[in-house]
């Protein structure tokens, strides 16, 4: 049915009249004035038509009494909340019958008009039901709207958690080598440069959390920049490898391309084809094969991964893009998740200007994910050399800093940090102590954390700024809260700088070079 038509049929009139004669009547007198009525031949036939949309039914009173109209009765009750048919009955003068009687203790949307009676008392009863119809649908498209505004935020945070999980698998492996198996200075270098890729990446999906209310309207914003693509799918692989490893799954990649630049975020394309790669692992026996292959063409850059695995019935190509869809015939063990990867897959690459698609030979003959990306020629531009390690490691020099913040780790690793770029540093654990501890010993630069109890960084600022010896103080407020309001309220407390957490090295050189 065409939407519509079945607009059309939620707006119609349902008749069950004595006698045919009676229907056409009636069903003429209401084309008229531009209502739509059909008759059903008996009380089952209304009761079955009434489940294809109806917005008001009206019925002699004779039909009380049929022995199908038990089927009506079950059919008015059977509605979901927001519905209520408005029901008229044309009924015989006089006093009320028994099944007037009843039909008024059971139906609480309920007219009763008595014959004879003038066409236009008809007619006008039948729009004030038809207009008390179109806001009972009005209701259900509230209802549907806050029940998709919610699955969105759902399915969002759903989302959020299966990707949280990546990045963890390399940082724990990480840490695991780093404390345990003394790796060599050049080794260890390589493992902290993963463990902070793998951090950033981490973040980023935590600022989207913040935003939370953005992302469910649809709205992700992309930080793009030109990006080598074999490198991000190289990062990809390093967060899915532990799969492939596990699953002694031999993993082949042909990433020669001799030109793979294109205008994207790389955190949000490690996160589509780790995913990719993921699926891959999720849906090959141990032992099989997965290959990842790069080609690039004068306007466009393509990545396959391909896969020994099960395969995807023809029919499902398209679907399993669809969210929570899974590939059917599978056992939910063995697929794990919640049907969400592939349409995260979906949105990110077509956000890029690109397309991805699958394709397979059914079952158990393997699968095929394409994804294609525009390319960008980058422009011949200087390249900028990052700080130097001199620079960040003598930014602090000559402050002395106070950190305070209630959560002792962090605040003992960042002021380990700060001595580490030159500070003299010192530490508290509240405010009411940072208080103290400043007036005593007044500090050029003050790291803040805002969500500290007893006494917040919003009022500790406060009182910075209300105490003459420690005005000249830059505040910095280090915390987890970005949102824009919560920008402008800090600034409005009295602090110099934002800086959401966790500030990395190269952030803190930033702003302490700016300070002086």
């Known amino acids: 049915m065409t939407e519509m038509a079945a607009q059309t049929s939620e707006l119609r009139v349902l008749l069950r009249m004595v006698t045919s004669k009676d229907a056409s009547m009636v069903i003429r007198l209401l084309a008229r004035s531009g209502i739509e009525a059909e008759s059903c031949a008996d009380a089952a036939g209304l009761a079955a038509q009434m489940s294809a949309g109806a917005g008001a039914v009206v019925i002699a009173e004779e039909v009380l009494a049929d022995q199908g109209f038990g089927r009506v009765m079950l059919a008015l009750r059977a509605q979901p909340a927001w519905s209520d048919v408005p029901v008229i009955v044309v009924a015989r003068s006089g006093l009320d019958s028994l099944a007037i009687t009843e039909a008024v203790e059971q139906l609480a949307n309920l007219t009763v008009l008595e014959r004879p009676m003038r066409a236009s008392s008809l007619v006008s009863s039948v729009r004030t039901a038809l207009a008390a119809r179109k806001r009972q649908y009005q209701l259900r498209a509230t209802l549907e709207g806050l029940h998709e505004a919610d699955q969105r935020k759902t399915e969002f945070l759903a989302t959020l958690a299966h990707e949280l999980r990546n990045p963890l698998a390399p940082l724990r492996t990480g840490l695991t080598i780093l404390s345990r198996m003394n790796p060599s200075a050049e080794k260890a270098q390589s493992l902290y440069a993963m463990m902070d890729r793998q951090l950033t990446h981490m973040v980023r999906l935590i600022d989207d959390l913040m935003e939370v209310s953005r992302i469910t309207r649809g709205k992700i914003e992309l930080q793009a920049t030109p990006v080598a693509l074999d490198r991000v799918v190289l990062d990809a692989v390093e967060v899915s490898k532990p799969l492939f490893v596990a699953a002694e799954q031999d993993l082949v990649l042909d990433l020669h391309c001799a030109t793979c630049d294109v205008h994207g975020d790389a955190v949000r394309l490690t996160q589509v084809f780790a995913n990719l790669l993921n699926n891959a692992s999720k849906y090959t026996p141990p032992s099989g094969r997965i290959g990842v292959t790069m080609r690039s063409d004068a306007r466009s850059v393509q990545v396959q991964i391909t896969d020994t695995g099960i395969g995807i019935p023809p029919h499902m190509l398209e679907s399993v893009f669809d969210m929570f869809v899974q590939v059917s015939g599978t056992s939910r063990a063995a697929q794990g998740g919640l049907g969400i990867g592939l349409t995260l897959v979906r949105s990110l690459v077509e956000l890029h200007g690109g397309s991805v698609r699958a394709s397979s030979g059914g079952a158990g003959s393997g699968t095929t994910m394409t994804v294609e990306l525009p390319l960008v020629v980058p422009a011949a531009v200087a390249t900028s050399e990052p700080s130097s ?54 500090p050029t630069v003050a790291f803040i954390d805002i969500g500290m109890p007893v006494m917040d960084g919003y009022e500790l600022a406060n009182r910075i700024r209300a105490t003459d010896a420690l005005a000249g103080a830059v505040l910095i407020a280090l915390t987890g809260w970005g949102q824009a309001t919560d920008k402008e309220r800090i600034m409005a407390a009295g602090f110099d700088h934002h800086l959401l957490k966790p500030a990395d090295i190269h952030e803190l050189a930033r702003v302490l070079q700016t300070v002086g």
């Open 389 to 442: 390690p001199a620079v960040r490691n003598n930014a602090a020099s000559g402050h002395h800093i106070f950190v305070v913040d209630d959560n002792r780790d962090a605040a003992d690793s960042l002021a380990h940090l700060l001595d580490l770029m030159g500070a003299s540093t010192s530490v508290a654990y509240g405010a009411r102590e940072a208080l103290n501890a400043m007036s005593a010993h007044p």
